[in-house]
């Protein structure tokens, strides 16, 4: 009988595609680890406007992420353009609403990374990589970063941290991401799934 692949969720909020392209870079990584297989999932804007709502299913990209795609993971990738240094609203907002997760420990002791873009270079990636560190610290994750063992970090002049990976996207999103960052947010994604492998994830696989 063969053995379920692990389920690692990579979570982003994308506006202009920045975000999402650096999810899909992540999720190759996770797919290149045996054993582990990457589920892209996204959440729906947010708007101050109260009669106005998002689809049921978005026009594009990945689909909604549903309350089962954390109970199911094994690892957890989280991503977010910055919006002041911090994550988008949206992100935040799904968040707030995942107290029947806490509660239950559903992510409690499961592998978990983040990962961002901005619009300038020093656009407040790092205070955003670490503010989306906290409700997952709250749900009870390990969270991993990139270690100086990725020689990129040493030459990148853009995007990259040893707190996750991001991307400096420019004003209009038009900054290709550099091989620097593809190879981080690669490598990123490769531990995440590494270590949910290394973990058991808590008895996850084939749930």
């Not at 990148?156 to 190879?183: F, N, Q, V």
Request: proline share 7%; charged share 20%.
């Amino acid at each position: 009988m063969t053995t379920p692949d692990l389920i690692i969720l990579v979570l982003y909020y994308s506006r202009h595609g920045a975000t999402r392209k650096l999810a899909e870079l992540i999720a190759q990584g996770v797919d290149g680890v045996p054993g582990c297989e990457a589920r892209l999932r996204t959440v729906p804007a947010v708007s101050s406007v109260a009669e106005a709502t998002a689809p049921g299913v978005p026009p594009d990209g990945a689909p909604y992420v549903e309350p089962d795609d954390l109970r199911e993971c094994a690892g957890l990738a989280l991503g977010s353009p910055t919006r002041f240094g911090n994550m988008a609203s949206a992100m935040k907002y799904f968040w707030d609403g995942t107290s029947a997760e806490w509660l239950s420990g559903a992510l409690a002791g499961k592998p978990a990374c983040v990962f961002t873009s901005t619009g300038s270079l020093h656009g407040g990636q790092e205070s955003t990589l670490l503010t989306m560190m906290i409700p997952l610290f709250h749900h009870g994750m390990m969270v991993l970063g990139l270690p100086y063992t990725q020689p990129e970090l040493m030459t990148t002049a853009s995007g990259g941290s040893p707190y996750g990976a991001s991307h400096w996207a420019g004003l209009d999103g038009d900054r290709r991401l550099t091989e620097d960052e593809k190879r981080l947010a690669t490598a990123l994604g490769r531990r995440l799934a590494e270590t949910a492998n290394k973990l058991g994830a808590n008895g996850s696989r084939g749930q």
